[in-house]
């Protein structure tokens, strides 16, 4: 189960010649800076954007080759842009409605699913021009899955709205992400977007693939840019095993080891995303005696990459779980840091996304 393809194109102004493999369930998100690309990726996969040459092969289904060119209609594709794009002559439910007037008709299954995923059920008898921009993208997805779509794409899902706007869909695509069983492949230039949403991270510049993977390799990946951004960092599955109900800590259990976090309890044995940001983990030789950090876990170093003047980026290895160290030059020699070497990191601060 897979979306495997090889678009190209070539304009005056921008080429792309982007070859991809992404997995055919879960979300992928795909990043990269402004004009690399990510948009035109989306909608040559549509069928919206004509290319000079084309493959795409979605779970098993050829849409495009050398022979075959499915139109955009049939192509079976739930697309949300940038801008809602909803009809405002229309309340919600003509809007759900009109997504079957062309191709197979609305999936009524799959639309009843999204209605209720989405939680747009109290505004199905309401115009489009009186909706919030987060109810507008809402709706705007679940037209887009009203025509039961083998690949949801979306492009930029949180464009135009406020942090607070975005703070609350972000739980209702956290819903759809656990839930749909079909893949999506999402743009985004958000960061917490992609850390709580996506399974999978494929980077883009100048109209080419530069990195494709699971989430953690790629954010792990000290050859490339995203480990040498002050944001950089690693992201975690975690499973709640526990809660101290005196210091309010909950217990989470890591391939590495136990973390701690604090706040009020999570259910047990629920599954959680933290995220632990490079800058925030240090290194030490032996376990501290006496620390006010209560995360420490054993380790061992895989990579030292230079990211800086006086600055380094350690890759080590917590059981089967990478995570980023940001040190100085100076703490590399002090303590002889060097592939192999068996540490013990200091986690500060970690957050939970999910």
């Not at 210091?247 to 706040?263: E, T």
């Not at 290895?317 to 068996?342: H, M």
Request: charged content about 20%.
């Amino acid at each position: 189960m897979s979306i495997r393809g090889h678009m190209v194109l070539a304009r005056e102004s921008f080429s792309m010649d982007a070859m991809f493999d992404f997995p055919g369930r879960g979300v992928t998100g795909i990043q990269g800076p402004s004009g690399a690309g990510k948009t035109t990726l989306l909608r040559a996969i549509a069928g919206l954007e004509k290319v000079q040459r084309g493959q795409l092969v979605v779970n098993a289904a050829t849409w495009q080759d050398n022979n075959t060119c499915v139109p955009v209609h049939r192509r079976r594709v739930g697309f949300v842009f940038q801008d809602a794009r909803l009809f405002d002559h229309l309340d919600v439910q003509g809007n759900l409605d009109y997504a079957g007037r062309r191709g197979d008709g609305v999936d009524t299954q799959q639309l009843s699913q999204a209605i209720d995923l989405l939680g747009i059920g109290p505004l199905l008898k309401r115009r489009t021009q009186g909706l919030s921009g987060g109810e507008q993208k809402r709706v705007a997805i679940a037209r887009a899955l009203a025509r039961g779509p083998a690949l949801l794409l979306l492009d930029e899902p949180m464009a135009g709205l406020d942090r607070d706007r975005r703070d609350t869909l972000l739980p209702w695509l956290e819903r759809l992400q656990r839930e749909l069983e079909i893949p999506v492949l999402m743009v985004s230039h958000d960061t917490t977007e992609i850390d709580r949403l996506c399974d999978h991270l494929a980077l883009m510049d100048a109209g080419r693939m530069t990195a494709s993977g699971p989430i953690q390799a790629v954010l792990t990946d000290t050859g490339l840019a995203t480990t040498r951004s002050p944001g950089a960092g690693s992201i975690l599955a975690a499973r709640v095993s526990g809660y101290d109900a005196r210091w309010k800590l909950n217990m989470l259990d890591i391939a590495g080891g136990r973390l701690v976090l604090p706040g009020p309890a999570l259910q047990t044995q629920s599954k959680v995303r933290i995220r632990i940001a490079a800058r925030d983990v240090s290194i030490t030789l032996q376990p501290p005696a006496d620390s006010s950090i209560l995360n420490c876990l054993r380790a061992t170093v895989e990579s030292l990459v230079d990211v800086g003047p006086g600055q380094v980026i350690a890759r080590l290895a917590c059981g089967a779980d990478q995570v980023l160290a940001r040190v100085t030059t100076r703490s590399v020699d002090a303590l002889g840091l060097e592939p192999g070497a068996a540490v013990y990191i200091q986690v500060k601060s970690l957050a939970l996304l999910n």
